[in-house]
């Protein structure tokens, strides 16, 4: 019998294989890999401290981001807690290692499973509540959080915090930003890997079915609470491995960081960089944090002229203006945030010099 071919335009698959594959060509395998090693061997072998202590900061605030991101961007499940779960996961390792005196790489993924637990706890009311209550609902959890980190002061010291130390791995001591800088990285290779090929199953689908619409994908048979709940618990889980890094990276840990103003951040981040989008997420944590640190950096320039007093006073809403100017030109200018961009623009070089 003779097969008919249809030569049509599109990127078709033709088998499973295809269909799971990330990067479908030899020059995607090829630069990815150069990608690689210049994040794994050049940076951290040219890079100043100042350079790595950011590098380091991006990329546990990126692990956290993409865990949101599958909540709000795949899911449509809105939470304004994830700063809450981010320092549980910290104090959940602080606790682990210095009171039952777990090794670090035991910890990290214990902290992450405590909190996915914590999560799953707070995304119980998605059963009934959705947009507006269920934000209300998370941010109700935020703030119990919040209260427990400062007053349960037996297990996590109150205001004080709790000391950590950096552990090691195999016997290399991790007390240095080089050092935590591979940790840190390969963690975030790891994870967003994870994500990925999470996205593109079953489950990851069933996600996207219940946020363009949750009644159809219940009459497909999708058991909506059950996948809504293993979507804050995943998220959560991201969020408390991300936290467990940020403890033992910064030695000493306070409730005061894990605020709601973290929780917005990590919004920031996600809505910047592109909802639904793995790698808008890393985007979007790039240009928060460096977002962050040109502001200290022009608070600072502009405390050098008049009284400082009075600059202070003037510079100290800076930040939060800036950070909500920004989000609203995105939302005005590109909802599909950085990751679109980037879109555009490798669309761009890969047909260079041929234009639309």
């Not at 403890?247 to 809505?271: D, H």
């Amino acid at each position: 019998m003779r097969k008919l071919h249809f030569h049509l335009c599109g990127n078709y698959k033709e088998s499973y294989e295809e269909e799971l594959t990330i990067f479908e060509t030899d020059f995607g395998r090829t630069w990815l890999l150069v990608g690689i090693f210049v994040l794994l061997v050049i940076i951290p072998l040219t890079g100043s401290a100042y350079t790595l202590y950011l590098l380091n900061t991006i990329g546990i605030y990126a692990i956290a981001a993409i865990g949101l991101n599958l909540l709000i961007g795949y899911t449509g499940q809105i939470s304004m807690g994830h700063g809450a779960f981010f320092g549980v996961g910290a104090y959940t390792a602080a606790i682990l290692t210095t009171r039952l005196g777990l090794p670090l790489l035991l910890a990290l993924p214990l902290s992450g499973v405590l909190t996915a637990v914590v999560g799953m706890i707070f995304g119980i009311p998605s059963l009934r509540l959705k947009h507006l209550y269920l934000t209300i609902a998370t941010l109700a959890g935020q703030f119990i959080i919040e209260y427990i980190l400062v007053q349960w002061e037996s297990a996590t010291g109150g205001a004080e915090g709790i000391a950590v130390s950096n552990g090691s791995i195999f016997g290399i001591e991790l007390n240095t930003d080089r050092s935590f800088y591979f940790l840190i990285f390969i963690s975030l290779i790891v994870m967003t890997w994870v994500m990925v090929n999470l996205i593109r199953t079953r489950f990851g689908r069933a996600l996207v079915a219940i946020r363009d619409n949750d009644r159809a994908a219940e009459g497909m048979g999708i058991p909506i609470f059950k996948y809504k709940l293993l979507a804050f618990g995943i998220s959560s889980f991201y969020a408390g491995f991300a936290g467990a890094l940020f403890a033992f990276y910064m030695m000493t840990i306070t409730p005061e960081p894990f605020n709601m103003w973290l929780s917005i951040e990590f919004i920031a981040m996600i809505i910047i960089g592109g909802l639904g989008s793995v790698s808008g997420a890393i985007f979007g944590t790039i240009f928060i944090v460096s977002l962050g640190e040109v502001l200290s950096m022009v608070t600072e320039f502009l405390m050098n002229f008049g009284p400082a007093a009075s600059v202070s006073i003037t510079m100290a809403p800076l930040r939060e203006f800036v950070f909500g100017l920004s989000i609203v030109l995105f939302i005005i200018f590109e909802p599909k945030g950085l990751a679109e961009i980037w879109r555009i623009l490798r669309s761009s070089f890969r047909l260079w010099p041929f234009s639309y």
